[in-house]
């Protein structure tokens, strides 16, 4: 399943699944990395999942590229059907002060903010990484008419809880972070809590998120 | 509390607490972190007989001035470091790779690195500083590890929980070598750039900017043409990659970079040269040179070797 085994450098594999971003490639790539998780190979150092690769490095002290590639390419897979995928509902609040691209969003795409939120509402996105900060989720695919660049100029700060849109991806900002993402809302749940070391992503690759719009009241008496 | 401790009369550039980073945490964006310099910091826990991945005090450029109070205790400082112990009746130059002994009321002001940007202070025995996925090393992005993932401040204190019960002397006949030629292997996306931005890259002379940290270290000189296209979909980094985004500036990726980036790659640096790459300094000029895979691990596994060549030589 994997296209292509090459070297990252000297300390780590780069497992190509071919070019396409869906969320078919995106399974196999999970399921390539619950995996090796699994096996708990000597010498691996950290494995990082994303759309369509998958990079495994490794303590050259340990093993090395070699050694690593024969091993990964003769892994026995475990079933699809094991991967558990959780669905969860992250609550957004679209309140003018959360939302602090919707007019630039509305000029790009020339549509309606109701409209953009009448398709980016109730509907299943599948995660397909965590990561670039801790815990910031890569959801997808939203609405075709939904799709815009990057801002031409990043923000130095966004807001934690933000929900971002570009492309065909939207995501959360886990923490105040750099970003370009088109921001929508805000969310009033903790995405990721350092505190809880088993499991500090609420959201994991994977999973099965639904956004539903809550307003400013809801979001001030949020509780978690 | 703890009856020693160091209380902070000045607290540098950029002073935390580091180990040798965490692992297995990439997949949910969380970076290795850790000791930039895995070698000095070694040698810095030999020094005082700590077990090898203890907790040190990592700083850059301007490090601590430290007030001790407490019971004797040893601690030893690696890297090119300008420091001076200001004892009760004496002030004493500072020796890097050397013990020295603290005690109540002693100070020790580490001034600065000399050209060179990390340095490393061990103290003997054990810190009582928080962990976090098995490491102490803060991390100041997600405020991760100790510290509650902050740099050291003015008014707060470093508490020791325990001193070593032998408190001997130790030292190394060591100076740190400096490199102008950092090794690399092509990258996944070197094929990206036109055949002039490719001979740029491996031929010409870049210099080390000052927007670089632990997070990454940026690079400028000619500009390196990208023919392909200037994003990739996001995918995973590692320590050492070298992205170059749309402006065609170079930036290494190093100890708490991001976990995913979406520029394409146009190399790695080898591990046998991280250590000495972080300590390159702004303004320093270094050229790229290739290397293939079989040089890169056998190069490696020199270093390695005389990194444990030089532990075992401290006595």
Redesign the interface.
């Known amino acids: 399943m994997i296209k292509n085994i ?7 594999l ?1 497992c190509d699944f071919g070019k396409d ?1 869906n969320k078919e490639t995106n399974t196999k790539v999970i399921r390539y ?1 619950k995996s090796i998780q699994k096996k708990h190979i000597k010498g ?12 495994v ?1 490794f303590d ?2 340990t093993t ?2 070699q050694n690593l590639k024969k091993e990964i390419e003769n892994l026995d897979l475990i079933n699809s059907e094991t991967i558990n995928n959780k669905k969860i509902e992250i609550p957004v609040c679209c309140d003018e002060n959360f939302s602090l691209d919707i007019k630039r969003l509305e000029e790009k795409l020339k549509i309606t903010r109701e409209k953009i939120y009448e398709n980016f509402f109730d509907k299943e996105f599948f995660c397909y ?8 989720p ?1 959801l997808g695919d939203i609405d075709k008419n939904l799709r815009a660049k990057r801002l031409e100029t990043p923000r130095v700060k966004v807001p934690k809880g933000s929900v971002g849109l570009t492309e065909q991806f939207a995501n959360i900002y ?2 105040e ?1 750099p970003g370009g993402w088109n921001i929508i809302g805000n969310t009033p749940i903790n995405i ?1 809590d ?1 505190s809880k ?1 088993k499991n ?2 609420l959201i ?2 994977g999973d099965l998120i639904i956004f539903k719009e809550i307003n400013k009241d809801q979001f001030l008496n949020h509780n978690e | 509390m703890s009856k020693d401790y160091f209380e902070i009369i000045r607290a540098g550039i950029n002073t935390t607490f580091q180990d040798l980073g965490r692992k297995n945490l990439y997949h949910i964006g969380i970076p290795f972190s850790g000791v930039m310099d895995n070698r000095n910091f070694l040698i810095a826990n030999k020094l005082v007989e700590n077990k090898f991945n203890s907790p040190v005090i990592e700083f850059a450029y301007q490090g601590p001035h430290l007030k001790y109070f407490g019971n004797k205790i040893n601690i030893s400082i690696t890297g090119d470091v300008n420091f001076v112990l200001k004892k009760k009746k004496e002030v004493i130059d500072g020796i890097c790779y050397k013990s020295f002994s603290l005690e109540n009321g002693d100070e020790l002001d580490i001034r600065s690195t000399n050209k060179s940007v990390y340095g490393y202070l061990a103290i003997s025995g054990e810190l009582d500083i928080k962990y976090q996925w098995s490491s102490c090393s803060t991390n100041t992005k997600a405020n991760i590890g100790a510290n509650d993932g902050k740099k050291l401040n003015l008014n707060q204190k470093i508490n020791i929980s325990k001193i070593n019960e032998n408190l001997n002397h130790k030292s190394l006949k060591y100076i740190n070598t400096k490199i102008q030629n950092i090794r690399i292997l092509k990258g996944t996306n070197f094929d990206y750039f036109s055949e002039k931005g490719k001979d740029i890259f491996l031929n010409k002379e870049f210099t080390v900017s000052k927007l670089s940290d632990r997070m990454g270290m940026r690079l400028e000189g000619p500009k390196i043409k990208n023919i392909v296209d200037t994003n990739i979909k996001s995918e995973g980094l590692i320590k050492g990659v070298i992205q170059v985004p749309a402006d065609g500036n170079p930036i290494i990726m190093l100890s708490d970079h991001g976990t995913i980036g979406g520029y394409p790659k146009i190399g790695v640096v080898i591990s046998a040269d991280y250590d000495r790459l972080v300590q390159l300094t702004p303004g320093s000029k270094v050229k790229f040179k290739e290397v293939n895979l079989s040089s890169a691990e056998t190069l490696y596994k020199l270093y390695d070797l005389e990194t444990q060549n030089l532990i075992s030589q401290v006595q």
């Open positions: 090459s070297n990252l450098g000297d300390a780590a780069y971003v990395f691996i150092n950290n494995l990082t999942p994303s759309y369509n690769k998958l990079i490095s050259l002290k090395n590229f990484m965590t990561g670039f900060i801790a815990g910031m890569f886990t923490f972070s990721f350092s070391e500090p992503n994991n690759p």
